[in-house]
Nanobody
Framework: QVQLVESGGGLVQAGGSLRLSCAASGSIFSISAMGWYCQAPGKQRELVAAITTTGTTNYADSVKGRFTISRDNAKNTVYLQMNSLKPEDTAVYYC??????????WGQGTQVTVSS
């Protein structure tokens, strides 16, 4: 099993920045990729960004050029740097760990609110 603890959400004005962190513990050597998903009220959870163990990244079109996902293997932590935030980025952001074998683990979620 893997435990994921998120931090870094909050309230920010449009155009501002936030950095989300996700610390993983447990069976971390079985993780094939980690990512961030967001879920706005009344909408489905959707991928924001992901990064594999080899460092390959993938971004939703809506955040390309504004968000950056990175990882610190020594700290077993994944980060999401969010710049030029827009009100439509407002959502609960969830950290995800995809295991070899296609099992998913989720963090508890952190609220990001962008005011106009």
């Amino acid at each position: 099993q893997v435990q994921l603890v998120e931090s870094g959400g909050g309230l920010v004005q449009a155009g501002g920045s936030l950095r989300l962190s996700c610390a993983a513990s447990g069976s971390i050597f079985s993780i094939s990729a980690m990512g961030w998903y967001c879920q706005a009220p009344g909408k489905q959870r959707e991928l924001v960004a992901a990064i594999t163990t080899t460092g390959t990244t993938n971004y939703a079109d809506s955040v390309k050029g504004r968000f950056t996902i990175s990882r610190d293997n020594a700290k077993n932590t994944v980060y999401l740097q969010m710049n030029s935030l827009k009100p439509e980025d407002t959502a609960v952001y969830y950290c995800n760990a995809l295991m070899f074998g296609a099992i998913n683990y989720w963090g508890q979620g952190t609220q990001v609110t962008v005011s106009s």
